[in-house]
C-alpha cells in the first residue's frame, strides 16, 4: 500500500479553502465591529496590548511581546451563512513546544455571554504569514453572536472578516462585565502553552464570568517594574490578577518587588481588588517552590494586617489540582490545555468573589 498524507486519510485536516464563494471582506477596525482587550487600541488604532508612544519605558522584552495579541477578542452579530477570515501575522515562526493553532490561529466561538460554544480554529501554515480560512459554511442565516479570540504568541498586522455580500452586521451584546479584568504575570499568564486561544486559562476564566479582559502576560519580561505598574493603571480595571513568580529572576528579587508592586498599584488603585498568585507547578520538595509562596502569602498577609479588605490570595500549592498533576504541562512548567483549565478553576472563586465584593 502506497503512503497517504494525513489529509488523505481524515478529511478533518484538509485547510479551508475560500473557493468560489462568494464573500465580502470587511475590515475589523471599522463598528460595528467590536475588539476589545487592546486597552489603547480606541487612541492608536494599533493590534499592541500598550500603548506604542511608551513602549520604550519598558525592558525589550515587552517592547517585543506587548504586539503579541493574548487577551485582544473581535466580537458581532451577523446573520451570514458564511463566515471567514483573512489576517497577516508579523512573525512566521513557530515554537517547539505549542501547537501552531496557540501561537497564530484565531478560535471561533458562538454564542452570547456565558453560553459561548466553541466552532473552529485556524490553522496557519507553517513559515506563512498570509492566512485565509473559511470558519463557517451552511449557517441558518439567523442572527448571530460571534467571537474570534486573536492569536496569543503573535502579532497581526491587518485583519478582515469575510461574509455574504447581502448579510448583516450588528454590535455585539455588551459584557455582563464590562470593565476588564486585568492579568498581569509571565508566558503563563500570556496563554503558553494553550493549544487555541480560547484554552488559556485567563479566556476560559473571562468567559464564565462573561467579562472583559486585558492581558499584560509577558513571556520571560514580566519583572514588576514601576513603570508597568502605572502604565496598566492608567486602564480602568474591576479586578487585578497577578502573577509573575516565574519571571523574577531571583528569589531575593521576587521578595524586593512583590509588596512593593502591590503597594503601587494600590498607590494608583485604591479600591480595585487585587488577586494575587503564585507558581502554578508547585513542588512541595522544592524548597525554592515553598519560598516564592511564602513571599507572595506574606504581600497578601500584610495586606490583610494594615486593613486592606480588598485583596484576595489563591492557594497555588493545589491549581493543578491533586490527581495526574503531571499531566498538567507541556514542559513540567507551561501549562496544556488541562493545566488551564484547573488554572481557571482554582482562580475563579477568588475573581468572582472579588467582582462580587465590589458591588456598592
Same mark, same amino acid.
Request: glycine share 6%.
Given at each position: 500500500?502506497?503512503?497517504?498524507?494525513?489529509?488523505?486519510?481524515?478529511?478533518?485536516?484538509?485547510?479551508?479553502?475560500?473557493?468560489?464563494?462568494?464573500?465580502?471582506?470587511?475590515?475589523?477596525?471599522?463598528?460595528?465591529?467590536?475588539?476589545?482587550?487592546?486597552?489603547?487600541?480606541?487612541?492608536?488604532?494599533?493590534?499592541?496590548?500598550?500603548?506604542?508612544?511608551? =513602549?520604550?519605558?519598558? #525592558?525589550?522584552?515587552?517592547?517585543?511581546?506587548?504586539?503579541?495579541?493574548? /487577551?485582544?477578542?473581535?466580537?458581532?452579530?451577523?446573520?451570514?451563512?458564511?463566515?471567514?477570515?483573512?489576517?497577516?501575522?508579523? #512573525?512566521?515562526?513557530?515554537?517547539?513546544?505549542?501547537?501552531?493553532?496557540?501561537?497564530? /490561529?484565531?478560535?471561533?466561538?458562538?454564542?452570547?455571554?456565558?453560553?459561548?460554544?466553541?466552532?473552529?480554529?485556524?490553522?496557519?501554515?507553517?513559515?506563512?504569514?498570509?492566512?485565509?480560512?473559511?470558519?463557517? *459554511? &451552511?449557517?441558518?442565516?439567523?442572527?448571530? *453572536?460571534?467571537?474570534? #479570540?486573536?492569536?496569543?504568541?503573535? /502579532?497581526?498586522?491587518?485583519?478582515?472578516?469575510?461574509?455574504?455580500?447581502?448579510?448583516?452586521?450588528?454590535?455585539?451584546?455588551?459584557?455582563?462585565?464590562?470593565?476588564?479584568?486585568?492579568?498581569?504575570?509571565?508566558?503563563?499568564?500570556?496563554?503558553?502553552?494553550?493549544?487555541?486561544? /480560547? +484554552? @488559556?486559562?485567563?479566556?476560559?476564566?473571562?468567559?464564565? =464570568?462573561?467579562?472583559?479582559?486585558?492581558?499584560?502576560?509577558?513571556?520571560?519580561?514580566?519583572?514588576?517594574?514601576?513603570?508597568?505598574?502605572?502604565?496598566?493603571?492608567?486602564?480602568?480595571?474591576?479586578?487585578?490578577?497577578?502573577?509573575?513568580?516565574?519571571?523574577?529572576?531571583?528569589?531575593?528579587?521576587?521578595?524586593?518587588?512583590?509588596?512593593?508592586?502591590?503597594?503601587?498599584?494600590?498607590?494608583?488603585?485604591?479600591?480595585?481588588?487585587?488577586?494575587?498568585? @503564585?507558581?502554578?507547578?508547585?513542588?512541595? +520538595?522544592?524548597?525554592?517552590?515553598?519560598?516564592?509562596?511564602?513571599?507572595?502569602?506574606?504581600?497578601?498577609? &500584610?495586606?490583610?494586617? +494594615?486593613?486592606?479588605?480588598?485583596?484576595?490570595?489563591?492557594?497555588?500549592?493545589?491549581?493543578?489540582?491533586?490527581?495526574?498533576?503531571? @499531566?498538567?504541562?507541556?514542559?513540567?512548567?507551561?501549562?496544556?490545555?488541562?493545566?488551564?483549565?484547573?488554572?481557571?478553576?482554582?482562580?475563579?472563586?477568588?475573581?468572582?468573589?472579588?467582582?462580587?465584593?465590589?458591588?456598592?
Amino acid at each position: 500500500m502506497g503512503t497517504k498524507r494525513l489529509e488523505e486519510i481524515d478529511k478533518n485536516f484538509v485547510p479551508a479553502t475560500i473557493g468560489e464563494r462568494k464573500l465580502i471582506f470587511l475590515d475589523i477596525r471599522n463598528k460595528p465591529f467590536e475588539i476589545s482587550g487592546l486597552g489603547w487600541f480606541d487612541e492608536e488604532r494599533e493590534y499592541c496590548r500598550l500603548p506604542v508612544n511608551r =513602549l520604550s519605558e519598558t #525592558n525589550e522584552g515587552v517592547q517585543a511581546l506587548a504586539w503579541h495579541t493574548a /487577551g485582544a477578542v473581535l466580537r458581532f452579530r451577523s446573520n451570514s451563512r458564511l463566515l471567514a477570515i483573512r489576517y497577516e501575522l508579523r #512573525n512566521p515562526d513557530d515554537m517547539p513546544h505549542m501547537p501552531r493553532t496557540g501561537v497564530s /490561529g484565531f478560535d471561533l466561538y458562538r454564542g452570547v455571554g456565558k453560553s459561548k460554544v466553541f466552532v473552529k480554529t485556524t490553522i496557519p501554515e507553517a513559515r506563512k504569514t498570509d492566512i485565509e480560512a473559511l470558519l463557517v *459554511e &451552511n449557517a441558518d442565516g439567523e442572527m448571530t *453572536e460571534w467571537t474570534l #479570540n486573536f492569536p496569543l504568541y503573535n /502579532g497581526v498586522k491587518k485583519v478582515q472578516i469575510g461574509m455574504d455580500p447581502e448579510s448583516r452586521i450588528e454590535p455585539p451584546t455588551p459584557y455582563a462585565v464590562q470593565t476588564p479584568i486585568g492579568f498581569y504575570g509571565s508566558s503563563i499568564t500570556q496563554g503558553g502553552c494553550a493549544s487555541r486561544p /480560547g +484554552n @488559556a486559562y485567563t479566556h476560559i476564566m473571562t468567559r464564565w =464570568l462573561d467579562a472583559n479582559m486585558l492581558n499584560f502576560g509577558f513571556s520571560g519580561s514580566a519583572r514588576a517594574e514601576p513603570v508597568m505598574a502605572e502604565m496598566m493603571c492608567s486602564r480602568d480595571m474591576s479586578v487585578f490578577v497577578y502573577d509573575y513568580d516565574h519571571n523574577a529572576p531571583t528569589t531575593e528579587y521576587l521578595r524586593e518587588t512583590h509588596e512593593t508592586f502591590y503597594k503601587l498599584i494600590r498607590q494608583y488603585r485604591p479600591e480595585l481588588p487585587i488577586v494575587m498568585v @503564585a507558581r502554578p507547578n508547585f513542588d512541595k +520538595n522544592d524548597p525554592v517552590c515553598c519560598e516564592r509562596r511564602d513571599i507572595v502569602r506574606k504581600t497578601y498577609d &500584610n495586606a490583610v494586617a +494594615n486593613g486592606d479588605k480588598r485583596v484576595y490570595y489563591v492557594e497555588n500549592e493545589t491549581l493543578f489540582g491533586m490527581r495526574d498533576r503531571d @499531566a498538567c504541562t507541556v514542559d513540567g512548567c507551561h501549562p496544556n490545555d488541562l493545566g488551564f483549565m484547573r488554572m481557571a478553576e482554582g482562580i475563579y472563586p477568588a475573581v468572582r468573589q472579588a467582582l462580587i465584593d465590589s458591588v456598592p
